[in-house]
């Protein structure tokens, strides 16, 4: 499909939940989807900006494809502006390395090259390059592999029905459960993340669900238990909840790092709440 519309002289851009209103020559709020006059391009595509093979649990996944290798890809931009992203160097930047143009099929290549059973699109918000993703995808599933999208789950309708039988498994965020907060502090809209998550598990693609608790900002006990609540309540209490620790980063240098104490705290009532996965992020083993 194609990922725009008109709207008298502008055009709409269809990738994620902003909906941009773009006049000729100007760019959407990822930064990297531009109105070039007829349509509207994606400036990444073909041109990740970073390329590595994890463990498919660094993404985190924990219950899609286990002890297995994943062939990780990201570009530059994101549709969001969070102030403590962990990736930043890549999603708040729009510098994009022409370097070298990676076709659909030499990624793929890649990820058979490397014995990966899947490709991961990760690192900033793959959302932003989806017309990149569909391409590959297409053929990654043509070649047996499996598709996994790494987001903040702000993908606009058009793209979230999109996903059904193309994406296989996603790690979406839940960055807060206030919606104030999303719309000033992050340049989203929580509802819409609510929605996706629903209509992906209603839809089959195996879904798992990060939260970086972040100290000041999304560490009460009752934003807390309002995150587990509706994960057990809309989603079903087999979902994975990735609770993860924050460190200081990017525009929130002055914050302390997420204590050991809050993220057991939060595993202990999420497990009131019912849930049954509850997995503790960016902290050691022993420290929990």
């Known amino acids: 499909m194609q990922y725009f519309k008109k709207d008298a002289a502008k055009l709409i851009c269809l990738l994620c939940g902003h909906y941009c209103k773009l006049k000729e020559g100007q760019t959407g709020r990822c930064g990297v989807n531009k109105n070039t006059g007829e349509k509207i391009e994606c400036l990444v595509y073909g041109y990740p900006n970073a390329m590595n093979i994890d463990p498919v649990e660094k993404k985190p996944l924990y219950h899609f494809l286990p002890n297995t290798q994943t062939f990780s890809i990201g ?30 099929q030499d990624i793929v290549d890649l990820a058979i090259e490397y014995n990966c059973p899947s490709i991961s699109y990760t690192y900033n918000e793959p959302t932003i390059f989806f017309p990149y993703i569909v391409d590959i995808a297409k053929l990654a599933h043509q070649n047996g592999l499996k598709n996994i999208m790494v987001s903040n789950g702000f993908e ?25 907060y999303y719309k000033k502090h992050l340049g989203g809209k929580l509802a819409n993340i609510l ?94």
């Open 75 to 104: 570009t530059v931009g994101c549709n969001f502006k969070c102030s403590f992203c962990q990736n930043w160097q890549l999603s708040q930047t729009h510098d994009i390395d022409k370097s070298r143009y990676f076709s659909p």
């Open 156 to 180: 606009s309708t058009e793209v979230s029905h999109e996903m059904v039988g193309l994406i296989d498994a996603v790690n979406i965020d839940i960055k807060s459960f206030n919606e104030k």
């Open 195 to 288: 929605e996706n998550l629903k209509f992906f598990v209603q839809n089959n693609i195996h879904v798992e669900i990060t939260t970086l608790i972040v100290p000041t900002q999304n560490d009460s006990e009752d934003e807390i238990r309002q995150i587990a609540s509706f994960i057990a309540n809309e989603l079903g209490v087999n979902i994975p909840w990735h609770i993860s620790a924050f460190h200081p980063d990017y525009k929130e240098l002055d914050l302390p790092p997420t204590s050991i104490e809050i993220l057991k705290k939060a595993r202990d009532i999420s497990e009131k709440c019912g849930l049954e996965k509850v997995y503790l992020g960016n902290v050691r083993i022993d420290d929990e």
